[in-house]
Nanobody
Framework: QAQLVESGGGVVQAGGSLRLSCAAS????????LGWFRQAPGKEREFVAA????????YYADSVKGRFTISRDAAKGTVYLQMNSLKPADTAVYYC??????????????????WGQGTQVTVSS
């Protein structure tokens, strides 16, 4: 069984920062990569960032490069998403995901095997 539990969402003003956490357990700890997606109201879910569990190599969507940083603490089984310089356009439900297949997990996690329940991030203008 695999479980991904997100935390850290909330409301922040434009220009502010938030850090999301994703605690992995079970089979998710043996995934090749973990990542973050987001879904804004009325829009499709989109890739945000991914990190290889073993090497720590990171991948980002162009829309967040230079503002967001993904990292992992393998000892804690936790992945983080540090979000800086937030914009109202970043408002969405953020989901943690894990992928087992090296060919589909990087760079944009085309088909994750596991999903978290999501955490709301709201950026006010």
């Amino acid at each position: 069984q695999a479980q991904l539990v997100e935390s850290g969402g909330g409301v922040v003003q434009a220009g502010g920062s938030l850090r999301l956490s994703c605690a992995a357990s079970g089979r998710a700890l043996r995934a090749y990569a973990l990542g973050w997606f987001r879904q804004a109201p009325g829009k499709e879910r989109e890739f945000v960032a991914a990190i290889s569990w073993s090497s720590g190599s990171t991948y980002y969507a162009d829309s967040v490069k230079g503002r967001f940083t993904i990292s992992r603490d393998a000892a804690k089984g936790t992945v983080y998403l540090q979000m800086n310089s937030l914009k109202p356009a970043d408002t969405a439900v953020y989901y943690c995901a894990a992928g087992n297949n090296i060919y589909t997990s990087i760079p944009t996690m085309r088909s994750p095997d596991y999903w978290g329940q999501g955490t709301q991030v709201t950026v006010s203008s």
